[in-house]
């Protein structure tokens, strides 16, 4: 039997709704911040937007935003350009993934689609790197469709308001909450609906430091007013477990190498050991096998080309008649031999 909560859509539940909508809509009104992608209904600008800002923040990605659309201010400008040029572009944002997939969704919106990004959630939902949250964005926020979707913000306010605590863990089911984002968006308002939750999550329900005091929703509110002891709660390890320092991580391993490959004028890229002298001073440990694994995992992601060291300056022929007489396995070949470049 379902449980009964004030999340569910009984006449006390929809009181609730009109309530919350009112309050979040109001509050949105006053304390929304003016951003360059909530000034745009053009679903390429707010394609790249969606897919820059997860998990990226607002003041990080908006120069690496107005950089990449004054570059590419049209699916079709980045559809014609290399993938390398896009790499450029993107510059020092991290989540390198994002461009080639955002290159390869360029070019088949242009190719399959005559150049206009779907309005329909499900048709965007194919395409490379597209889940269901940018999937719901960009039909809400560049078609304005009624369209419910949510991200963690969004979630973690929904789940707040409608079902308590989500602290030391959520207690509502995804099926729940997303029922839930079904039945708040307003019909006609999606845009400024799905925003304002967006927003209000960011500001002012935050995970760690939710401003309940005075907040517009606390009347309405499930979490309130336990949320800031659930949170003052949480074992101390919860509360500061700290990821290894980023320095040290693979992810900005990638990215200091991308950086340096940007940089590269010679198309055919750098020699490790020459890149890995290129790095030192900026990544902690440049070991070569570490850095070898490194440049691989972009070569799969489609952001590095990797080639023996030798392709370069010796035709292959030659390699071939150097070696075979006397190689034939015997001699191990030096793993970090290779060269890199930009796809
Ligand atoms: S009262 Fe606190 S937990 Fe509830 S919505 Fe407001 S900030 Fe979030």
Same mark, same amino acid.
């Given at each position: 039997m379902p449980r009964k909560t004030r999340a569910s859509g009984d006449r006390k539940g929809r009181k609730k709704d009109r309530a919350v909508r009112g309050a979040l809509l109001s509050w949105y009104a006053h304390n929304a911040r003016d951003l360059p992608w909530r000034r745009t209904r053009d679903p390429w600008r707010v394609l790249v937007s969606e897919v820059m800002l997860q998990q990226i923040q607002v003041k990080r990605a908006i120069p690496f935003y107005e950089r990449f659309l004054e570059r590419f201010p049209t699916v079709e400008a980045m559809a014609g350009a290399p993938l390398s040029d896009a790499i450029r572009i993107w510059g020092d944002l991290g989540r390198y993934r994002r461009v080639v997939s955002l290159h390869r969704t360029a070019r088949i919106v242009v190719e399959e689609h005559g150049g206009l990004v779907p309005s329909d959630p499900e048709v965007l939902l194919?395409? #490379?790197?597209?889940?269901p949250y940018t999937a719901g964005a960009v039909a809400c926020f !560049?078609? %304005?469709?009624d369209v419910p979707f949510f991200d963690t913000n969004m979630h973690r306010v929904l789940h707040r308001v @409608? @079902?308590? #605590?989500? !602290? *030391? /863990? /959520?207690?509502?089911?995804p099926k729940e909450i997303r029922d839930l984002a079904s039945r708040l968006v307003p019909p006609g308002r999606g845009w400024a609906w799905n925003q304002a939750v967006m927003e209000f999550g960011a500001?002012?329900?935050? /995970? &760690? &430091? *939710? !401003?309940? #005091?005075?907040? #517009?929703l606390r009347d309405h509110c499930e979490a309130s007013p336990k949320m800031l002891d659930a949170l003052a709660a949480l074992p101390r390890a919860q509360k500061t477990a700290r990821a290894p320092r980023y320095e040290d991580t693979n992810r900005f391993l990638r990215g200091r190498v991308l950086a340096r490959l940007r940089e590269e004028e010679d198309p055919g890229g750098l020699p490790l050991p020459e890149l890995a002298r290129r790095l030192q001073g900026e /990544? !902690? %440990?440049?070991e070569p096998l570490r850095l070898k694994a490194v440049v691989e995992s972009l070569e799969r992601d489609g952001l590095a080309r990797v080639t023996p060291a030798a392709e370069r300056s010796v035709s292959p022929q030659a390699v071939a008649e150097e070696r075979a007489p006397y190689a034939a396995g015997a001699e191990q070949e030096d793993p970090t031999e290779i060269r890199v470049s930009l796809p």
């Open positions: 194919k395409l #490379p790197g597209i889940g !560049a078609y %304005e469709g @409608f @079902f308590g #605590p989500d !602290a *030391p /863990a /959520a207690t509502a089911k500001l002012r329900c935050t /995970a &760690r &430091r *939710p !401003a309940c #005091p005075g907040c #517009p /990544a !902690a %440990e440049v």
